[in-house]
């Protein structure tokens, strides 16, 4: 995905707000990051984005068993959670531990008939934003697929007839930006969010004060959330929008607003007119 680093989509909201960017204050900073992170997730969701969207195969329920996957992370899995491993399903009679193996352990039961969805979070896998179809084979390399019916659910995503194994295409969900700056003396647990040379990080790893900042080499304990270089636009004139407001200009901020709107139509533009991108439906045939 093409990105753009949150100092740059800061500084132009504060300076479409009259601010200059070096002077902004803490309190200033804390706003327009809830502006700007908000804003990100409307613009996200704004349309099936080609560079947020994902092809992945999965398995029903919880998905494939791993030893180190699991509600806790740690092999442990919960009452009647459905799982894949080796050729077959297998529900959980109790509350697994650590070890117990789906067609070793008696806390596994062998299901032939089941309720065939897809949870929204499954271990190992990136979790479900909005799912935007069900194919049977990968549509990045073939163009024999078949299109399935969905629906959703408190359970998750279930198939009408679906495959053994699904490919489902979905879009990522939207990031928060909620990270203060990091700090050499802190402790950091996993999912954590930092703010360190101008973007967010998130910890991977428990971090603590003998650890060193973020840098984009260290993948194993950092991950940097990228802002999508196509929102840049939208980014700045929203938040600068929201932050008029608190202002009281009223008038400034909906011409930022105006702005804003203007800047995501154009990147739709650009998708459907100039890109020519538009989803190829393929139906069954008898």
Same mark, same amino acid.
């Given at each position: 995905?093409?990105?753009?680093?949150?100092?740059?989509?800061?500084?132009?909201?504060?300076?479409?707000?009259?601010?200059?960017?070096?002077?902004?204050?803490?309190?200033?900073?804390? +706003?327009?990051?809830?502006?700007?992170?908000?804003?990100?997730?409307?613009?996200?969701?704004?349309?099936?984005?080609?560079?947020?969207?994902?092809?992945?195969?999965?398995?029903?329920?919880?998905?494939?068993?791993?030893?180190?996957?699991?509600?806790?992370?740690?092999?442990?899995?919960?009452?009647?959670?459905?799982?894949?491993?080796?050729?077959?399903?297998?529900?959980?009679?109790?509350?697994?531990?650590?070890?117990?193996?789906?067609?070793?352990?008696?806390?596994?039961?062998? @299901?032939?008939?089941?309720?065939?969805?897809?949870?929204?979070?499954?271990?190992?896998?990136?979790?479900?934003?909005?799912?935007?179809?069900? +194919?049977?084979?990968?549509?990045?390399?073939?163009?024999?697929?078949?299109?399935?019916?969905?629906?959703?659910?408190?359970?998750?995503?279930?198939?009408?007839?679906?495959?053994?194994?699904?490919?489902?295409?979905?879009?990522?969900?939207?990031?928060?930006?909620?990270?203060?700056?990091?700090?050499?003396?802190?402790?950091?647990?996993?999912?954590?969010?930092?703010?360190?040379?101008?973007?967010?990080?998130?910890?991977?790893? @428990?971090?603590?004060?003998?650890?060193?900042?973020?840098?984009?080499?260290?993948?194993?304990?950092?991950?940097?959330?990228?802002?999508?270089?196509?929102?840049?636009?939208?980014?700045?004139?929203?938040?600068?929008?929201?932050?008029? +407001?608190?202002?009281?200009?009223?008038? +400034?901020?909906?011409?930022?607003?105006?702005?804003?709107?203007?800047?995501?139509?154009?990147?739709?533009?650009?998708?459907?007119?100039?890109?020519?991108?538009?989803?190829?439906?393929? @139906?069954?045939?008898?």
């Amino acid at each position: 995905m093409r990105a753009v680093k949150f100092e740059n989509v800061l500084r132009g909201a504060a300076e479409s707000t009259g601010r200059i960017y070096d002077t902004l204050s803490n309190d200033e900073f804390a +706003l327009l990051r809830g502006f700007i992170s908000r804003r990100l997730r409307e613009a996200w969701e704004s349309e099936y984005w080609p560079e947020l969207m994902l092809v992945e195969t999965r398995r029903y329920g919880t998905g494939t068993w791993s030893a180190t996957g699991g509600d806790a992370s740690d092999g442990v899995y919960a009452s009647s959670d459905i799982v894949y491993h080796g050729t077959s399903y297998h529900q959980a009679n109790t509350a697994t531990t650590s070890g117990d193996v789906p067609g070793v352990s008696a806390d596994w039961d062998l @299901v032939t008939e089941f309720h065939h969805f897809i949870e929204y979070e499954q271990p190992g896998q990136t979790k479900l934003g909005q799912l935007y179809r069900v +194919l049977s084979k990968d549509s990045r390399i073939n163009n024999n697929w078949i299109e399935y019916d969905f629906t959703m659910s408190a359970n998750g995503v279930t198939l009408i007839n679906g495959p053994d194994l699904p490919y489902i295409e979905f879009r990522k969900r939207a990031p928060e930006l909620t990270g203060n700056d990091w700090s050499g003396s802190a402790t950091y647990a996993v999912g954590d969010q930092v703010y360190y040379i101008g973007d967010f990080w998130n910890a991977l790893t @428990v971090r603590d004060d003998s650890t060193a900042a973020p840098t984009a080499s260290d993948t194993t304990n950092w991950e940097k959330q990228s802002i999508p270089y196509i929102f840049k636009p939208y980014l700045e004139k929203a938040a600068a929008s929201d932050m008029l +407001l608190l202002d009281e200009k009223p008038d +400034l901020a909906m011409a930022q607003q105006t702005m804003a709107r203007e800047a995501l139509d154009i990147e739709a533009i650009k998708l459907y007119r100039q890109q020519g991108q538009s989803s190829r439906i393929r @139906v069954r045939t008898y």
